[in-house]
């Protein structure tokens, strides 16, 4: 990183970072949506401020030990348009702190928002006994659930391997291996019978041709967590035709598509959607209940 002292603090690095990423022109869109936000993500990791860091923590010296490790995280966000939380294996859902590599989607879904409102008001909390995430990837959704729903059991379904192996991970990591369970499952493909009060999903929601559009950097996730055919609606077909047999009465199914909705709407008109709002931005979440599903059926 050129002009690198040993006088620089952590603001004057946040400082000269977020210009060399705003003149390299990156795209934002994995937990960050500006190139001063991903700056600072890299220099807390390196120097492990926490959020919370006061203003005297940002004006002290960094050494050059410090400041050559940002230096090769930064070349590597520029060159090999590495989103931060790849760098950094690390990322914040719901207030949690989650490892994340390649092998899952670094998180980013407004269900965050949802899950700390415990689903009100579309179902009474203290009756919610079982969850089901499906496409869980880092488990961030199943564990998120699992804190806000202490008396509940979790499913975490992905169809990866290795998607699973994160999940398992941070699973340990929040001591949660006796409330969630990692299932090695195609949708609902390996449930059998079992049924839930909620199941919720994040899943793959991209059409064919905005892959080929993508940026780079969501070149480094796994396609199998992004790709859903042709109109990017595989997935939300088999959650729509599935989800009534797995939800308990009065069960709610609540599933992002993203960018997605208006494909959504436009091929299911049937179904009464209940489009989610959010405080803190993001959209494209839809809620439906077991009733509503069967109604149309």
């Known amino acids: ?42 220099v807390m ?19 050059k030990v410090a400041q050559a490790r940002l230096a090769k995280l930064a070349e590597r966000r520029i060159r090999e348009r590495m989103p931060v939380p790849y760098l950094t294996q690390r990322c914040w859902f719901a207030g949690l702190p989650m490892h994340v590599d390649e ?35 880092s488990g961030c959704i199943a564990i998120a659930c699992a804190r806000a729903f202490p008396r509940a059991r979790v ?18 990591t929040h001591r ?14 390996g449930l059998r019978g079992d049924t839930y009060d909620i199941i ?5 929601y991209v059409g064919k041709t905005e892959m080929k559009g993508l940026p780079a950097e969501y070149r480094h996730e796994p396609a199998l967590a992004l790709a859903a055919g042709r ?22 199914l609540v599933v992002e598509v993203g960018n997605t909705e208006h494909a959504v709407r436009r091929h299911f008109r049937r179904l009464p959607f209940t489009w989610l709002d959010f405080t803190r931005g993001g959209g494209g979440v839809f809620m439906l209940t077991r009733e509503q599903l069967v109604q149309v059926r």
């Open 200 to 204: 919720v999903s994040n899943p793959p």
């Open 176 to 189: 949660l291996g006796r409330r969630v369970r990692a299932v090695l499952s195609n949708h609902f493909s």
């Open 45 to 63: 990791h390196v120097l492990a401020l926490q959020p919370d860091a006061p203003p005297s923590a940002w004006r002290r010296p960094v050494s």
């Open 103 to 137: 092998r899952v989607l670094v998180p980013r879904s407004p269900l965050a928002e949802t899950i700390e409102q415990r689903f009100q008001p579309w179902i009474a909390p203290g009756r919610v006994r079982r969850i089901c995430d499906i496409g869980t990837g």
């Open 231 to 252: 109109d990017g609606l595989d997935s939300v077909r088999v959650l729509l035709g599935q989800a009534p047999r797995h939800l308990r009465a009065g069960g709610i």
């Open 155 to 172: 499913d975490a379904v992905d169809i990866s391997p290795e998607a699973l192996q994160v999940a398992l991970l941070n699973i340990a």
């Open 1 to 42: 990183m050129p002009g690198l002292s040993q006088k620089l603090t952590a603001a004057a690095l946040v400082d000269k970072l977020a210009g060399r990423f705003r003149r390299a022109g990156l795209y934002y869109g994995h937990g960050t949506d500006n190139p001063r936000d991903d700056a600072a993500a890299l």
